[in-house]
């Protein structure tokens, strides 16, 4: 169980393109989501904390405006790189919770490429 | 602000040896939770083990076990009878309420 599917899980593309990754929970409803971003041989850095029917709280330093992020249900959660430039290429991970004493359940990333 | 430290960015054990990865926290709340995380060369993030602040003994889960040390501040984990497949960064995280915070990692090999 809590199995979360993230899509697609590679993404090259060109500059100026609009790129939106999917994060579905499949057997369980995720009251909470959350995105990450993790640079090579570094921590995950969470970018934003989205819940169910509100608008996503994004952690200083990241620009709303070019990581959109919708939660539209209590098993999907999407997050859109509006206008990607090569300095967005990086490895995204979206996790999902049920409650806050639950552990986070994450998807398989996905490596974004811009050229 | 809650703040994860793993002061070792790589750890090396002998097949079928024991090693303990340090982690250590900073926090003023109470109830929180605490977790380890592994991520293979596949990058996926696999849930090790968790701990409840509140709960005094320590998390085991098979061949790994934490020692949680509440007024230190301390949760490390210990990794038995290593296995090759135990070769990943290792993560620590906290949470309280919302988001997880997460350590730098430590990168383990095991040695054949």
């Known amino acids: 169980g809590a199995v979360v599917s993230q899509h697609p899980s590679r993404v090259i593309c060109k500059s100026g393109t609009s790129v939106k990754i999917e994060c579905r929970s499949l057997?369980?409803?995720?009251?909470?989501m959350f995105w990450y971003r993790q640079f090579p041989k570094q921590s995950l850095m969470l970018m934003a904390t989205s819940n169910e029917g509100s608008k996503a709280t994004y952690e200083q330093g990241v620009e709303k405006d070019k990581f959109l992020i919708n939660h539209a249900s209590l098993t999907l959660s999407t997050l859109t790189v509006t206008s990607a430039h090569p300095e967005d290429s990086s490895f995204y991970i979206c996790?999902?919770?049920?409650?806050?004493?639950?552990?986070?359940?994450f998807g398989d990333g996905t490596r974004l490429s811009i050229l | 602000a809650q703040t994860v430290t793993q002061s070792q960015p790589e750890m090396s054990v002998q097949e079928a040896e024991t090693v303990t990865l340090s982690c250590t926290y900073d926090t003023s709340e109470s109830d929180y939770y605490l977790f380890w995380y592994k991520q293979p060369p596949s990058r996926q993030m696999i849930l090790v083990i968790r701990q409840e602040a509140y709960k005094q003994q320590n998390a085991t889960e098979n061949r790994f076990s934490v020692n949680f040390q509440k007024a230190a501040k301390s949760f490390s984990l210990k990794i038995s009878d290593s296995q090759l497949g135990d070769a990943a960064m290792y993560f620590c995280?906290?949470?309280?309420?919302?988001?997880?915070?997460f350590g730098a990692g430590t990168r383990l090999t095991v040695k054949p």
């Open positions: 995280a906290y949470t309280f309420r919302s988001d997880m915070r």
């Open positions: 057997d369980f409803q995720a009251t909470t």
């Open positions: 996790s999902a919770r049920v409650t806050r004493n639950q552990p986070q359940h």
